[in-house]
């Protein structure tokens, strides 16, 4: 479930944005993600907010760090020719080619992610986080009892049975991680895996490696044995339980209090349940 917080702007850049930026070329739609990013040249364009414009500027100062990280790639961030971040809503970064995860890459997807989240290990905590309201933040403080939420009907019954499940993690020391990973791995031959369309939270990294499990029980045809991969982590179940609170309450507040989940969504949340909790996919 690719994650996206309500970013606004018109439907392509403005000859007034490319030229801020020093680009020329046509635009091109991207697929993936919520199909609002394009292709101009060697560059995606992506609209923003002026609202967010601080965690924007945040986040390109960070990539522009990391850039130069040898373990895995990020798309180096283009900045307007005056220095800005943001143009009438735009950002841009470099584009980066490859092949999505995870299907037949889970192990580098999560291997990515290991190097990605060891580099920023040193990164304070981003003031903007306490500040954002969309469905992917409620629901990862509902997944962390640090709020009350009410479900669609649909996602009632499993969400109950989790938060039953849920208990105090123990171990674990909050950094910056990558909230949403599963499908912004990029493989190409030769080259570092590319972290791509960041979603910043601050909790344990191996939060990120349960939310890409969890996504591949629900969504994905997940190797068994990946279920139990992280059981050499503190807790491992119970982020497990918190991942898929995580994307249960999402989904529920994307649909809207008398919103409906898909069709036969509730059965998939009983089944990863289950499979979390007895650590074997049920047939």
Not at 21 to 44: D, H, I, K, W, Y
Not at 74 to 90: F, I, K, S, T, Y
Request: glycine share 10%; hydrophobic share 40%.
């Amino acid at each position: 479930m690719p994650e996206a917080p309500g970013l606004a702007g018109d439907s392509v850049p403005s000859a007034s944005v490319l030229a801020a930026f020093g680009v020329a070329g046509t635009p091109v739609p991207l697929e993936g993600g919520q199909g609002r990013s394009v292709r101009v040249g060697g560059f995606v364009f992506k609209p923003g907010s002026d609202e967010q414009e601080d965690a924007v500027e945040w986040e390109t100062s960070l990539f522009e760090e990391l850039a130069s990280n040898g373990g895995f790639r990020v798309p180096m961030p283009l900045r307007a020719v005056d220095g800005r971040a943001v143009v009438e809503g735009w950002t841009a970064h470099e584009f980066l080619a490859g092949e999505p995860g995870p299907h037949g890459r889970w192990s580098g997807v999560l291997d990515a992610g290991r190097a990605f989240h060891a580099a920023l290990r040193h990164v304070p905590r981003p003031a903007f986080l306490d500040r954002r309201t969309h469905p992917w933040a409620v629901g990862d403080r509902a997944a962390w009892d640090e709020r009350e939420v009410h479900v669609i009907d649909d996602l009632v019954e499993p969400y109950g049975t989790l938060r039953e499940l849920r208990r105090p993690v123990r171990e674990g020391t909050p950094q910056l991680i990558h909230g949403d990973l599963t499908g912004n791995v990029l493989f190409a031959a030769g080259e570092a895996p590319a972290v791509i369309d960041f979603s910043p939270y601050w909790r344990p990294a191996a939060f990120a490696e349960a939310v890409v499990v969890v996504d591949g029980l629900l969504w994905f045809d997940l190797p068994p044995q990946l279920v139990t991969s992280g059981v050499e982590a503190p807790d491992w179940q119970q982020l497990l339980i918190r991942a898929l609170i995580f994307r249960l309450v999402a989904q529920s507040e994307n649909a809207g209090p008398s919103g409906r989940a898909p069709a036969g969504e509730r059965e998939r949340y009983v089944r990863a349940t289950e499979a979390v909790v007895t650590g074997r996919i049920p047939h």
